[in-house]
């Protein structure tokens, strides 16, 4: 039994120079009511682009995928939900993953959930299969920077942006989380690397 566990804006660089002018829209920046990131487009490119994912095949295959989403309460910190490509619907799943805070205005709703991009909070799923009882051998962990990289704080204008933007009550969890985004990546990292048997391939330093 397979399983993959994946948070869709690491793919986000795939996208060519000329199609970043359809997902990202930096003059609305300033502007709270439209999103930065077109996810819409994203998704239909995806999914009815010149190369579209095969949805029926991808829902039928033994091995399971699943994408991680940042689920946000009002009342409590934010946690991860893994969402199936065999069970829920496809297209909403991947927007909600892949739903940069800020960037994205808003939330996706799925359910009765409110969602955002899963690497808030765990942008490097590996524990998830740990959970569902894989061993460490059988674990493979692809990650998108070199060996001994560490994000570090935002900066001070990133941190002024989230502020601004989820400057409400509601939100303070949620802000907490933004702000402490580096230290748990970097902290998932450490624990990963202490794992010895679970098998990581890093890309070239200059990737």
């Given at each position: ?5 994946l ?6 660089p795939?996208?060519s120079?000329?199609?970043c ?7 609305n ?11 819409d487009?994203?998704?239909d490119?995806?999914l ?7 949805v ?11 994408l991680?989403?940042t ?28 739903a ?8 996706v709703?799925?359910?009765k ?20 009882g ?17 994000k ?5 204008w ?5 502020e ?7 939100y ?7 702000q ?11 624990e ?16």
């Amino acid at each position: 039994t397979e399983i993959y566990t994946l948070s869709l804006h690491d793919a986000l660089p795939i996208f060519s120079e000329s199609a970043c002018g359809h997902l990202i829209r930096v003059a609305n920046i300033f502007r709270p009511e439209k999103n930065i990131l077109n996810l819409d487009w994203m998704i239909d490119f995806i999914l009815n682009g010149d190369e579209p994912l095969n949805v029926r095949r991808l829902q039928k295959m033994a091995c399971p995928v699943l994408l991680a989403a940042t689920r946000f309460f009002r009342d409590a910190p934010p946690d991860t939900l893994f969402l199936s490509t065999k069970t829920d619907d496809i297209s909403n799943i991947m927007k909600a993953t892949a739903a940069m805070p800020f960037f994205y205005r808003g939330f996706v709703p799925y359910g009765k959930s409110l969602l955002l991009d899963g690497g808030v909070l765990d942008a490097v799923p590996y524990k998830k299969a740990l959970e569902m009882g894989f061993v460490e051998k059988d674990i493979l962990v692809v990650l998108t920077r070199p060996k001994g990289y560490r994000k570090y704080t935002d900066s001070f204008w990133v941190n002024k942006l989230y502020e601004a933007y989820y400057r409400d009550e509601q939100y303070k969890f949620l802000l907490s989380a933004l702000q402490n985004h580096y230290d748990e990546y970097n902290r998932k990292l450490d624990e990963l690397e202490r794992h010895q048997r679970i098998n990581i391939i890093y890309p070239p330093q200059h990737f």
